[in-house]
Every structure is written in structure tokens, then in C-alpha cells.
T-cell receptor
């Protein structure tokens, strides 16, 4: 157990709806990452926070995606106007140092 | 362009024998490598890592070998146990912009047969 929790674990939504996911890292994790994983692939980097500052965004993060980390604690990932191609596992990872990242259980999104 | 490749989607090994999982990378800027294990419906779990200045790192039954000239790393599990059955991802790290980013391979499903 990495201590990183994510909510919800599963989300089914209709195309065009907005969804929001939450990640709670442990207090020692000043670094927080979001990844997306599709079937048969490894996780792909989406965005990175150091404390409350969003320092890196992947080109995968279209303008329909937004992430926040207010006060440098929990983080949220919102997807607006969901598309079927957004169906994936969304993973959050925390880290205290620059190397190892510790993943939460993920949120599985299904867009119908 | 896949910078980290795991060319074997699956591997079956008898309990007690050695499991060898392989990973190749193309970007010579990667300077830190990690292996993760993933069970269904769970997030990846960190297993072991190695810096590019080393060629071997050992932790219990798990050993990671790095061959920089060949841009190849491998994970050895000895002896293999049924509980090791999972998907194994290798990941490579480099400092990009303001952060270290991980690039993952597509994973290898390891099945350890009792």
C-alpha cells in the first residue's frame, strides 16, 4: 500500500459529460503526477505538480483536461466534454524525491 | 515512437525457476530505470530501480541488470513464486523541463506456474 488514494475507482459517463477525479497522496509527497493508461500499454505521463505549482504538461493533455493541486495536498483532474477516446485508467503517483514514484490504485473511466 | 520497449508481451515460468524480463530503450539521455509490478485493478507497485552509473542492483529475489552500451535492462526474479504472477513494466527516467518524467514500456505478463 503506497498510501496514495484515488476517488472514484470507477466512473461511467456519457459522451459530452464532464468528470472530475481526485487523488490524495501522502503528506511527504511534494511531487504529484498524473498518468493515463490504456489497454495493453504502459502509463503515459499527463502532468506534474511540485507542491501546488503545475510545472509540466504533456501534449496528451488537451484543452479539455485541467488539473489542480490547491495548497499542495490533494489534486483533481477534470475532463470536460468527454469523448470515447478518453476511456482509460487514470493513475496518480506521488513522490518525495525526484526518482521513484508511488502509484495509487487508479480511476477507470468508461465513456459510453 | 516508442522509446522504451518490452518485446515480450507474456512469459511463463515454472515455480522455483528464474524469470527474466527484458526491456530495451532508445534514448541515451535516460539516466535512471525502474521496474514496476501491476496486479489487475491496482496501480503499479514500485519494485526496484537502478541508476545509469551502475550495472547491477539487487534486492532480495529481484535483481536488475543494466547494459548501457546495448541500451538494455533486465529484471531477474529468483526463485519465481506464484505470487509474482503480474504485469511487469519497465520505466526510464530523464530530467525534462522542470521534472523527471517516466516513460513506460508496454509491459510483460508474467505467469508463474505452480
Amino acid at each position: 500500500d503506497t498510501g496514495v488514494s484515488q476517488d472514484p475507482r470507477h466512473k461511467i459517463t456519457k459522451r459530452g459529460q464532464n468528470v472530475t477525479f481526485r487523488c490524495d497522496p501522502i503528506s511527504e509527497h511534494n511531487r504529484l503526477y498524473w498518468y493515463r493508461q490504456t489497454l495493453g500499454q504502459g502509463p503515459e505521463f499527463l502532468t506534474y505538480f511540485q507542491n501546488e505549482a503545475q510545472l509540466e504538461k504533456s501534449r496528451l493533455l488537451s484543452d479539455r483536461f485541467s488539473a489542480e493541486r490547491p495548497k499542495g495536498s490533494f489534486s483533481t483532474l477534470e475532463i470536460q466534454r468527454t469523448e470515447q477516446g478518453d476511456s482509460a485508467m487514470y493513475l496518480c503517483a506521488g513522490g518525495g524525491g525526484p526518482y521513484e514514484q508511488y502509484f495509487g490504485p487508479g480511476t477507470r473511466l468508461t465513456v459510453t | 515512437d516508442q522509446q522504451v520497449k518490452q518485446n515480450s508481451p507474456s512469459l511463463s515460468v515454472q515455480e522455483g525457476r528464474i524469470s527474466i524480463l527484458n526491456c530495451d530503450y532508445t534514448n541515451s539521455m535516460f539516466d535512471y530505470f525502474l521496474w514496476y509490478k501491476k496486479y489487475p485493478a491496482e496501480g503499479p507497485t514500485f519494485l526496484i530501480s537502478i541508476s545509469s552509473i551502475k550495472d547491477k542492483n539487487e534486492d532480495g529475489r529481484f535483481t536488475v541488470f543494466l547494459n548501457k552500451s546495448a541500451k538494455h535492462l533486465s529484471l531477474h526474479i529468483v526463485p519465481s513464486q506464484p505470487g509474482d504472477s503480474a504485469v511487469y513494466f519497465c520505466a526510464a527516467s530523464l530530467y525534462s523541463g522542470s521534472a523527471r518524467q517516466l516513460t513506460f514500456g508496454s509491459g510483460t505478463q508474467l505467469t508463474v506456474l505452480p
